[in-house]
């Protein structure tokens, strides 16, 4: 299992716009590089990140072997209701991490 950081604010008031960011520990191998025996290292990256707000899609991204290893994404997102985040990152040769945090709006 991958390490994740995510960050949402502490306390956020119904109908505010606030920022969430996440990143997650990843290597990111493009595939084009060589090892010490000239044999090309396979592409090991992250395609896919997406937020689930309430069981509802709020924000996606398709990621690409020019991303930088430990991928930081930062979005913005309007808040009506308490309830749960959960953040979903989808990678080659089968990996796939799910983190859920619970957003309490005052």
């Not at 969430?20 to 493009?30: F, Y």
Request: with cysteine; aromatic share 10%.
């Amino acid at each position: 299992m991958a390490r994740t950081l995510i960050h949402i604010p502490p306390n956020p008031r119904r109908g505010e716009v606030i920022e969430i960011r996440t990143t997650i520990a990843h290597p990111m191998e493009t595939g084009y590089r060589a090892d010490e025996q000239g044999r090309t290292v396979p592409r090991d990256i992250l395609t896919h990140f997406e937020c689930r707000y309430n069981g509802r899609s709020v924000f996606s991204a398709t990621l690409y072997p020019a991303v930088a290893a430990n991928p930081y994404v930062a979005f913005s997102l309007k808040v009506d209701d308490s309830g749960t985040l959960e953040f979903s990152w989808e990678g080659d040769h089968g990996f796939r991490q799910t983190e859920t945090v619970a957003l309490r709006v005052a």
